[in-house]
């Protein structure tokens, strides 16, 4: 695929040893409910993170918190070694950080390239503008270049509403990679995706830049462990345990919970 | 949609030949118009018009329902008689016509952007009630308020200028006058509906949360609308107190503060034609519902028109419009097609676009 996001500015590429994410005593409580308690983590600069465990683990929540959706009732989140803590989404957005959504939330009024236009558009300047974008226009040719590198070039013009379950997934991921990300929040992005969409999606993940890290939570083992270095595990929103694919594949606590006894690979968290 | 440019119009000469005739006719309108159909019905309707236009760029591409756009049109039309000429003896400093109309178009988009910075933080009804509260707020305060707003009075000789030796309230040149702004502002909206602004704001309509996470300020982006549709509402208030010839409260009232609204919706908030459907509709019905009914009674002949366009076609004239072209249009593709004519094909092709 292109490589989106390769025209980073040098400041924005990582360092050796920068932290892309810490996470301190990070919570989360919505009335008496706990949704995520006391998460320490740290992610390195171009890490590529799986964030696994069962429904109401406390992953997306996870992500919010990350993300600024729903801010932490406790704890510190530093992104590449800035405290974002009480930045508003936005801030933290032009500060390198992207995300999709379980349910991919899109414009759909909007055509393809529209969509993808505004995410370029929305981290770079001329949001106000009241000039329609040119060919030539910065914004316009990234746009163009996701689009391609999502395989969704034949659908630049149809209305996003039109588009199947799989092409709007695709088109999430076109939107994350969009800027000059620097760690990418996928959460669920193979949901309801065929086997061939998911072969495509590991394609797409696996061939981003070494600079762009990326923390996906995915029920599809298969998928998580293909394009993880590190993996997470979570559990009644505390963090369970942590390793490698195959540290956590070997596991046998793991196993019991989540794989089985005796299967390996291909089953579901 | 960008690149459809490119495509070839199924047109000749790549006009809609409707589009054409309308724009024909409003040009050649005020020739064979009495002078009253061509200033009180036309040039009124298209300043009415006008204002509804920025309440739609606001509501329909930007999902903020203000009832504070005639306000703001008001203020340009006090700021006009203040720093102006008037005829009554208070305040009208003399400044020349274009530098306070530049001041009052100025002063109008920025009070619209200080009502946007106090309401873009709602949504749904507490927007409305907002809008609502500042424009009665603003009603009282120049109806009490003699020394500078001169009270439940207001000002009188509000004139505009005579310009290459032509006297603009004249209703020929003033219908042209008015028509020239519509017309700019009416493809400024369609035009900028594509523009980087333009996409943001239908998506912050759609789903704020995700424009956030695109890294768009939701709250600047909202005020900013505010800015650009006070410049549309200031300007119109411009014309209308040429038109008026004078100002008062009751310009700035809750019932024009209504007429707004209803002139917004009856026409259709989907499309910038809309708020011009609806002015023409509101404006004839002022004038002409005395022929069927008691002048007292001309708020009920507008508020049972309102309500049957409401529950027969909640989009306005413009859904009025579409569902009947689709009627129109279906017969022909079925004889022209025969019978497997896909259905579904014709109605989603002619649809009403949410935007």
Known sequence: MDEPGTAVPRSALPQAGQFALELTGVSRHFGALVAIA???????????????????????????????????????????????????????????????????????????????????????RGRFSLLRPRPDDGAMEMAETLLDAVHLDDRRDTPVAELSHGEQRQLEVALALSGAPRLILFDEPAAGLSPSERADLVEILQSLPPHIGFIVIEHDMDVALRVAERVTMMHNGRIFKQGTPEEIENDPEIQELYLGHGERGGGRA | ??????????????????????????????????????????????ILGTIALSLTMLAGYGGMVSLAQMTVAGFAAYVMAILGTNSVGVMGLGWPWWLTAAIAILGAALLSTFIG????????????????????????????????????????????????????????????????????FYFAVLYGSRSSFGLGLQAVRDNPRRVRALGINVFSHRVVAYFYAGAIAGTAGVLLVWFNGRVSPGLVGVDMVIDILVIAVIGGL???????????AFVL?????????????????????????????????????????SRIRLPRANALWGARANRDDWHSASSPKRM
């Open chain 2, 1 to 46: 949609m960008f690149g459809a440019a490119g495509k070839s119009s199924a047109y000749p000469l790549g006009i809609n030949p409707a589009i054409l005739l309308v724009a024909v006719f409003l040009l050649g309108y005020p020739l064979f118009a009495s002078d009253f159909f061509t200033f009180q019905i036309g040039a009124y309707s298209l």
């Open chain 2, 270 to 280: 989907g499309a910038p034609i809309g708020p011009f459907l609806g002015a023409v």
């Open chain 1, 38 to 124: 006391d998460i320490d983590m740290t992610v390195r600069a171009g890490e590529r993170r799986a964030v696994l465990g069962s429904n109401g683990a406390g992953k997306t929540t996870l992500f919010n918190a990350i993300t600024g959706d729903f801010p932490p009732t406790s704890g510190r989140v530093r992104l590449f070694g800035e405290d974002v803590t009480y930045l508003p989404v936005h801030e933290r957005i032009r500060r390198g950080l992207r995300r999709t959504y379980q349910i991919s939330l899109l414009f759909g009024g909007l055509s393809v390239i529209e969509n993808i236009f505004l995410a370029c558009r929305g981290v770079g």
């Open chain 2, 285 to 325: 019905l002022e004038n002409f519902a005395i022929d069927l009914i008691d002048r007292e009674r001309f708020n009920t002949v507008i508020g049972l028109a309102f309500l049957l366009i409401v529950l027969f076609s909640p989009d306005g004239m413009l859904g009025l419009w579409r569902r009947a072209e």
């Open chain 2, 117 to 184: 910075a106090i309401s873009a933080r709602t949504e749904g009804i507490y927007t409305i009630m907002i809008t609502l509260a500042i424009a009665v707020a603003f009603f009282y305060f120049v109806r009490q308020n003699y020394v500078i707003f001169n009270g439940f009075t207001g000002f009188a000789g509000i004139e505009p200028p005579t310009l290459f030796g032509v006297y603009w309230r004249d209703p020929m040149p003033f219908y042209y006058l008015c028509l020239a702004v519509a017309a700019f």
